[in-house]
């Protein structure tokens, strides 16, 4: 008889403790949730997680907290993400650079399996953009002066994936990149309309409202938009490969399943809701939703390709 109570008194226990372990995941989220963007203020990293992050919060029913904490190319925030509790409350806004390009080309304290993806929210074609009356109005003219050493580029930081990529571009291209480094691609538009820099590589969130307010054209794109009709292509000009920046939410390696789960649920409403919609259309974000195992393969696949791209540099 003892034993018999021994073990309902045990079973009761398991069974409470279980109870209350399903309830505290099943009330996530029950405390404010925590973004980081690993870059400053008004780039396009920025601007387009503010927009799922407004739309979540209502969503979800708790505050989404977007903190920017920017420095060396993304890695400061996104170590931090890395090194932050997996307990769902504290999130990235991850993208090729931090996630899959600075890995692999510079020493991190993090890799990508340093993360769960949650999920892709949308895709961003990269240009090249000069001031509207800059004197290059192809990119042949542009690629020619580059040639005579007579160009210089903004980026968002050296270790960033717009240095990166436009140094792809350039080698492709054959010509030499002479960088001015900044801190976002905001930054680096502000420097080209302003006539500090003649170019930058950038994103539509970034360098659309220049384009739009007449202060600054583009050159050539990685796809065409129909904001930007006529402008050419990457592949046009022969040029191999996607360039293109995306934003993707994820959190610190382990994070439970229940909680991957409601995030990728809420984000799935949220990317059908006409307003994020238009936010994200009028900010020149391509919304390309995806979550899941086809999603975290192919990004794998993209950080061997720049892991083989890196080794080849050394």
């Given at each position: 008889?003892?034993?018999m109570?021994?073990?309902?008194t045990?079973?009761?226990?398991?069974?409470?403790?279980?109870?209350?372990?399903?309830?505290?995941?099943?009330e996530?989220?029950e405390?404010?949730?925590?973004?980081i963007?690993?870059?400053?203020?008004g780039?396009?990293?920025?601007?387009?997680?503010?927009?799922?992050?407004?739309?979540?919060?209502?969503?979800l029913?708790?505050?989404?907290?977007?903190?920017?904490k920017?420095?060396?190319?993304g890695?400061?925030?996104?170590?931090f993400?890395?090194?932050?509790?997996?307990?769902g409350?504290?999130?990235?806004?991850?993208?090729?650079g931090n996630m899959?390009?600075?890995?692999?080309?510079s020493?991190?304290?993090?890799?990508?399996?340093?993360?769960?993806p949650?999920?892709?929210?949308?895709?961003?074609?990269?240009a090249?953009v000069?001031?509207?009356?800059s004197?290059?109005?192809?990119?042949?003219?542009?690629v020619?002066?580059?040639?005579?050493d007579?160009?210089?580029?903004?980026?968002?930081?050296?270790?960033?994936?717009?240095t990166?990529?436009?140094?792809?571009?350039?080698?492709?291209?054959?010509?030499?990149?002479?960088?001015?480094?900044?801190?976002t691609?905001?930054?680096?538009?502000?420097?080209?309309?302003?006539?500090?820099?003649d170019?930058?590589v950038?994103?539509?969130?970034?360098?659309?409202?220049h384009v739009?307010?007449?202060?600054?054209?583009v050159?050539v794109i990685?796809?065409?938009?129909?904001?930007?009709?006529?402008?050419?292509t990457f592949?046009?000009?022969?040029?191999?490969?996607?360039?293109e920046?995306?934003?993707?939410?994820?959190?610190?390696a382990?994070?439970?399943?229940?909680?991957?789960?409601t995030?990728?649920?809420?984000?799935?409403?949220?990317m059908?809701?006409?307003?994020?919609?238009e936010?994200?259309?009028n900010?020149?974000?391509?919304?390309?939703?995806?979550?899941?195992?086809e999603?975290?393969?192919?990004?794998?696949?993209?950080?061997?390709v720049?892991?083989?791209?890196?080794?080849k540099?050394?």
């Amino acid at each position: 008889m003892k034993n018999m109570k021994k073990m309902l008194t045990g079973m009761a226990a398991w069974l409470a403790v279980t109870v209350s372990a399903g309830a505290a995941l099943a009330e996530y989220p029950e405390k404010p949730i925590t973004i980081i963007v690993p870059y400053g203020a008004g780039g396009d990293s920025d601007l387009t997680t503010r927009v799922w992050a407004d739309a979540m919060e209502k969503r979800l029913g708790v505050p989404v907290v977007v903190i920017n904490k920017a420095g060396g190319g993304g890695v400061v925030g996104t170590a931090f993400v890395a090194a932050a509790k997996n307990d769902g409350y504290t999130l990235i806004n991850a993208g090729l650079g931090n996630m899959l390009v600075t890995p692999n080309f510079s020493e991190t304290p993090y890799s990508f399996d340093s993360f769960t993806p949650i999920v892709k929210m949308t895709a961003v074609p990269l240009a090249v953009v000069v001031k509207n009356d800059s004197p290059y109005n192809t990119f042949d003219e542009f690629v020619a002066a580059a040639k005579a050493d007579r160009v210089t580029q903004g980026s968002w930081g050296a270790a960033s994936s717009g240095t990166t990529l436009a140094t792809i571009i350039a080698d492709q291209a054959g010509y030499e990149v002479k960088f001015v480094h900044g801190n976002t691609t905001a930054e680096s538009m502000v420097s080209v309309v302003g006539g500090h820099i003649d170019s930058a590589v950038s994103f539509p969130p970034a360098f659309g409202p220049h384009v739009k307010a007449g202060a600054a054209k583009v050159l050539v794109i990685n796809q065409t938009m129909d904001d930007y009709p006529g402008v050419p292509t990457f592949a046009d000009y022969g040029i191999k490969g996607s360039f293109e920046g995306w934003s993707g939410v994820f959190a610190p390696a382990g994070v439970p399943d229940e909680v991957v789960d409601t995030l990728v649920a809420a984000t799935a409403e949220v990317m059908k809701d006409p307003a994020v919609l238009e936010a994200y259309a009028n900010m020149g974000a391509l919304v390309d939703y995806r979550e899941g195992a086809e999603w975290i393969a192919s990004m794998r696949e993209t950080s061997d390709v720049m892991k083989e791209a890196a080794a080849k540099k050394k």
